[in-house]
């Protein structure tokens, strides 16, 4: 599998090779002096089967830059196209939908859902679907993650790795064409962050799944095709095959 | 979806067993008062009863189903109030639960429907709870209600199967109509809610909030401007009506009323710095303190409102009497006695009115239709001539100087029916004669005023000796009525007492059973004001867990953090109460003209005390128990 790079605007949308574009996308907040910039004239492409790491200092707008591709934040201008889909001006239940189909999530503090169990939270997305799981699938996806022993425990009998896990598997369920992944390794040790990278890696290898990931980690970072840094809302520089030491050079460079 | 929901409630049970109690209380309630009314409907006259006693007894059933009738949708209200204000806490608790279902792909109708099922699972446990419970509660409603002389001796509640579908009905349709709010609140979550650490301040003021508390402030506003008036019983009307829409309206805009008032507490909370903490807190979580303070401010202007509203025409009845009795002493004896009185030394008049045992039927009109309805009760033998001396009571039509040999007056109990004008037919005895309509009498305020007058040579001595009397006595001019009282108490005639002493023992009396009826209000609705009190402290507190230790990280004691908490909750609480009795002192300012006021202060001073107990008690326990853990754990701990 080859391994196209973050690039510019040069794919046209629908095309296959491009699974999450954004066109001079701003985004501010509040008016007058309070008015906060946190992008600005942003212009980036995720294509198809690559796993991007969105990087910066704190407060550069990587959240926002997720949360405006993934269409949990409108954009203020400029435009958002989601697997051939202009999503910039959707309504709510057009972006329900393509939170069931095309989109999964994976958050720094897991965010399952307590009172079910690792089973019933991963074959939650179906079932808002109105899709009828079997639980052949979901025990499956359990599996494809290493939990298949724990599907009948509930969140809070998990470590935190397992819980990214189960996570992962929910995630990974409806077969969506991109994973948003916000900080997944932000609250893990050192080993369950490298067993939930490797994760990551082996589904954009075998499955050719889409991956963009904030993190501010690194050697998390050094596990994606590219690394795209942001700084004051804007890009600002680009790393294709990143080693974590490029990625801390750039970074504190940037900091500096 | 529903599966979502069960699992939820059962996870959760926490924040849904307040509102799982108000529901079964409310079911039990509904129910039992059901089973009441059914068995009421059809009253059992004992055979052998006499035709006047059969009549008060039909007359106390009819009493029991009013009250009945007027206590349930109360309870029903104050149950969906209290599910729903539950709810609406529920929801913002729950903000970041259900933007995560929105990020996985739940749409809005979704998450409506998972918050109406979690209502309708809750509407049915509570149901089949309440059902059972009801079946006591019926019986100890019947004891009450035999024991405020409504209900007869013997009268048990029996059972009817419409329960079966009825409970199980008020159950869910409370739960769901008290959820429906919070629903649709619920659909307004942002599944980038989800995301942030920390809930972005939602606005407490919603467009349902502000659309509930303005038209119901506009509606106290024109109640009291309309109950400005000089009738009675609009100022009634308007006192109850400001009670209610009054309470709605402040709880609604509680949100905007409990800073403000808060700011005016600030001056005396800001002495230490324990009391500016609490005070910061108050200004800064209003949704919490609104809360808080809705059910107390709820109870307040609800209970002090309709108690004093009831008071006061207990007053001015009693007033009325007084107005129309033109005599310093009353005599309660037989009418054998009663004829000895005009011959004591020193009375004027004597005005004797005996309650005899007879029939007349009357005819109707009503909408183009007469009718006849016979009376067995309320029929007094007068002396024409001295009863009008002895009363302020001018008749609308005719002269009481006519009241003799075989006629009769329209009293005053019956003075708004369409009585048909010309002649009734009357039973005395084994005799039928028919009776000359020759004066009818105005309305009055009490009650149990008399339906007919009746001269008294109409009537056969031997059942006029024995008849209950009630003698009014005039003093002759110069003569200490004391010294009259004492005469006849000497001449063993009956129980004699001044007529402000009889006027306020009848209004006592009329007012027993309404009295009754209110304390189980009044105990049902503290009872859902303290559940929704101790709901919203607990639930509130178990967010603040992080705040707190945050607080002892700062430096606060384990006791200090105790002691904010309490005051702040004491402090919502004093403004919810003030803002409660502000909605009382509406509703009862209609009656400070004439001087019937009648506010309910033992009961105020009650509310106050007890209202306090509660919050500040629950407040020191769940902070008690939230600090338990070392205040590091939870500072350093994630979510």
């Given at each position: 599998?080859?391994r196209p790079a973050a690039a510019g605007p040069q794919a046209s949308a629908g095309a296959p090779v491009t699974s999450v574009q954004l066109h001079q996308v701003s985004r501010h907040y509040g008016t007058g002096e309070a008015r906060v910039q946190a992008l600005a004239d942003v212009t980036v492409t995720f294509p198809a089967g690559t796993w991007t790491a969105v990087m910066g200092p704190s407060g550069s707008g990587k959240s926002t830059l997720l949360h405006c591709a993934a269409g949990l934040d409108r954009a203020s201008s400029g435009r958002v196209v989601l697997a051939g889909q202009d999503i910039t001006r959707a309504t709510d239940a057009t972006l329900t939908s393509l939170r069931r189909r095309t989109m999964g999530f994976i958050f720094q503090n897991?965010n ?13 997305p ?45 995630g990974m369920?409806t077969r969506p064409s991109v994973l948003f992944a916000d900080e997944p390794t932000g ?13 990551l890696?082996?589904m954009v290898?075998?499955?050719g799944q889409t991956v963009v990931m904030v993190t501010h980690d690194p050697?998390a970072a050094a596990n994606a095709d590219a690394v795209v840094f942001l700084s004051d809302g804007r890009i600002v520089d680009r790393l294709i095959r990143p080693?974590?030491?490029g990625v801390?050079?750039r970074l504190?460079r940037l900091e500096? | ?95 970041r639960?259900?933007a995560l279902?929105r990020m996985l792909g739940g749409s809005r ?79 307004r979550v942002r599944p980038l809610d989800a995301l942030r650490n920390t809930p972005r301040a939602a ?437």
């Amino acid at each position: 599998m080859s391994r196209p790079a973050a690039a510019g605007p040069q794919a046209s949308a629908g095309a296959p090779v491009t699974s999450v574009q954004l066109h001079q996308v701003s985004r501010h907040y509040g008016t007058g002096e309070a008015r906060v910039q946190a992008l600005a004239d942003v212009t980036v492409t995720f294509p198809a089967g690559t796993w991007t790491a969105v990087m910066g200092p704190s407060g550069s707008g990587k959240s926002t830059l997720l949360h405006c591709a993934a269409g949990l934040d409108r954009a203020s201008s400029g435009r958002v196209v989601l697997a051939g889909q202009d999503i910039t001006r959707a309504t709510d239940a057009t972006l329900t939908s393509l939170r069931r189909r095309t989109m999964g999530f994976i958050f720094q503090n897991f965010n399952l859902i307590g009172s079910l169990t690792a089973e019933q939270n991963v074959a939650l997305p179906l079932k808002l679907a109105g899709a009828r799981p079997s639980r052949a699938d979901v025990r499956a996806a359990l599996a494809a993650v290493g939990l298949a022993d724990r599907a009948r425990h509930r969140p809070r009998e998990l470590s935190g790795g397992q819980q990214q896990r189960v996570a992962i598997a929910r995630g990974m369920v409806t077969r969506p064409s991109v994973l948003f992944a916000d900080e997944p390794t932000g609250a893990l040790d050192t080993h369950s962050a490298r067993m939930v990278l490797r994760l990551l890696r082996r589904m954009v290898d075998e499955s050719g799944q889409t991956v963009v990931m904030v993190t501010h980690d690194p050697v998390a970072a050094a596990n994606a095709d590219a690394v795209v840094f942001l700084s004051d809302g804007r890009i600002v520089d680009r790393l294709i095959r990143p080693t974590a030491a490029g990625v801390a050079e750039r970074l504190t460079r940037l900091e500096g | 979806m529903l599966r979502i929901s069960a699992s939820t409630v059962r996870d959760r049970w926490q924040l849904f067993a307040g509102a799982l109690l108000t529901v079964t209380l409310g079911v039990a309630l509904v129910q039992s008062a059901v089973l009441v009314l059914v068995s009421t409907g059809e009253p059992e006259i004992p055979p052998g009863t006499s035709a006047r006693d059969a009549e008060q007894i039909r007359e106390g059933y009819a009493g029991a189903a009013t009250l009945l009738g007027m206590a349930t949708p109360l309870a029903m209200f104050l149950a969906m109030f209290i599910v729903g204000s539950t709810f609406a806490f529920a929801v913002e608790q729950r903000r970041r639960e259900l933007a995560l279902l929105r990020m996985l792909g739940g749409s809005r109708p979704q998450l409506i429907g998972l918050l109406l099922g979690e209502a309708f699972l809750l509407g049915l446990i509570g149901s089949v709870l309440g059902m059972v419970l009801g079946v006591p509660a019926a019986w100890v409603q019947a004891r009450l209600l035999i024991g405020i002389g409504l209900l007869p001796d013997g009268f048990s509640p029996g059972w009817s199967n419409s329960v079966l579908v009825l409970s199980p009905g008020v159950g869910i349709t409370v739960a769901v109509c008290g959820v429906l709010a919070a629903s649709y609140r619920s659909a307004r979550v942002r599944p980038l809610d989800a995301l942030r650490n920390t809930p972005r301040a939602a606005r407490v003021m919603t467009a349902g909030r502000w659309l509930t508390g303005l038209s119901s402030l506009a509606l106290t506003l024109l109640l009291i401007a309309a109950g400005n008036g000089t009738d009675l019983l609009l100022t009634l009307m308007v006192g109850m009506g400001i009670s209610i829409v009054g309470s709605v309206a402040l709880s609604a805009l509680s949100p905007l009323a409990v800073p403000l008032v808060g700011r005016l507490l600030g001056t005396v909370l800001r002495t230490g710095v324990l009391g500016e903490l609490a005070q910061a807190n108050l200004r800064d979580a209003v949704r919490r303190s609104a809360s808080t303070a809705a059910p107390v401010i709820v109870l307040v202007g609800l209970l002090v409102g309709l108690t004093g509203t009831l008071n006061s025409l207990a007053r001015a009845t009693g007033a009325d009497l007084e107005r129309i009795t033109v005599a310093e002493l009353v005599v309660t004896s037989d009418g054998a006695a009663a004829a000895r009185i005009p011959h004591i030394p020193g009375v004027a008049l004597a005005s004797p009115q005996s309650q005899v045992e007879m029939a007349v039927t009357a005819r109707y009109r009503e909408e183009q239709r007469t009718y006849r309805q016979t009376h067995h009760s309320g029929i007094i033998a007068v002396d024409g001539t001295a009863y009008r001396r002895a009363h302020r009571l001018t008749p609308t039509s005719g002269t009481l100087d006519d009241l003799r040999g075989r006629t009769i007056v329209i009293g005053p109990g019956l003075a708004g029916e369409g009585i048909l004008r010309g002649s009734v037919t009357a039973r005395i005895g084994d005799e039928k004669v028919k009776l000359r309509t020759v004066a009818r009498l105005p309305e009055v305020l009490e009650n149990r005023s008399a339906n007919f007058l009746v001269p008294r040579d109409l009537v056969p001595a031997a059942i006029l000796a024995e008849a209950p009397t009630e003698t009014m006595v005039q003093v002759a001019p110069g003569t200490s009525a004391r010294a009259v009282a004492d005469r006849i108490r000497a001449a063993g005639i009956g129980d004699v007492r001044t007529t402000a002493q009889w006027a306020d023992a009848r209004v006592e009396d009329e007012q027993r059973g309404t009295m009754g009826i209110m304390a189980v209000l009044m105990g049902m609705s503290g009872l859902y004001a303290a559940i929704a009190v101790i709901n919203a402290v607990v639930i509130a507190a178990a967010e603040r867990r992080t705040e707190f230790a945050v607080a002892r990280a700062t430096g606060l004691s384990r006791g200090q953090v105790v002691r904010m908490a309490t005051i702040e909750s004491t402090a919502v609480t004093v403004i919810g109460l003030f803002l409660g009795s502000l909605v009382a002192a509406a509703a009862l300012a209609g009656f400070q003209q004439g001087g019937i006021l009648a506010v309910p202060w033992t009961l105020l001073a009650l509310l106050i005390v007890a209202s306090l107990a509660v919050t500040a008690g629950a407040g020191a326990l769940t902070t008690l128990a939230m600090t338990k853990p070392s205040a590091t754990a939870l500072v350093t701990a994630r979510e």
